[in-house]
């Protein structure tokens, strides 16, 4: 079946980085369109980094030019690259691909923007 399975969350200050991972099982890593979203207390989740199978990105407003999005398909891993984290960004954040017209989620991870 297909697993999802994100780290890499954790307490960091205005300004700081942190980088997530999502190891993916169960699908064809390297063909599938992979998602981040967040979703903050109170709020709905929130799409906030795409990327193809050919490695085209996309991202939301809020983060561009703060947060990448990458994959290691032999690692069969997404990757969020976050800088200059703002208090905003606080969330847990979601790893998501489509298969067969069903979405998958992984577990979540919560990421900590405070001083």
């Known amino acids: 079946q297909v697993q999802l399975a994100e780290s890499g969350g954790g307490l960091v200050q205005p300004g700081g980085s942190l980088r997530l991972s999502c190891v993916a099982s169960?699908?064809?890593?390297?063909?599938?369109?992979m998602n981040w979203y967040r979703q903050a207390p109170g709020n709905e989740r929130e799409l906030v980094a795409t990327?193809?199978?050919?490695?085209?990105?996309n991202y939301a407003n809020s983060v561009k030019g703060r947060f990448t999005v990458s994959r290691d398909n032999a690692k069969e891993t997404m990757y969020l690259q976050m800088n200059n984290l703002k208090p905003e960004d606080t969330a847990v954040y979601y790893c998501?691909?489509?298969?067969?017209?069903?979405?998958?989620w992984g577990q979540g991870t919560q990421v900590t923007v405070s001083s």
């Open positions: 998501n691909t489509h298969l067969n017209f069903q979405a998958y």
């Open positions: 169960g699908i064809i890593f390297s063909s599938s369109f």
């Open positions: 990327i193809t199978s050919s490695g085209n990105t």
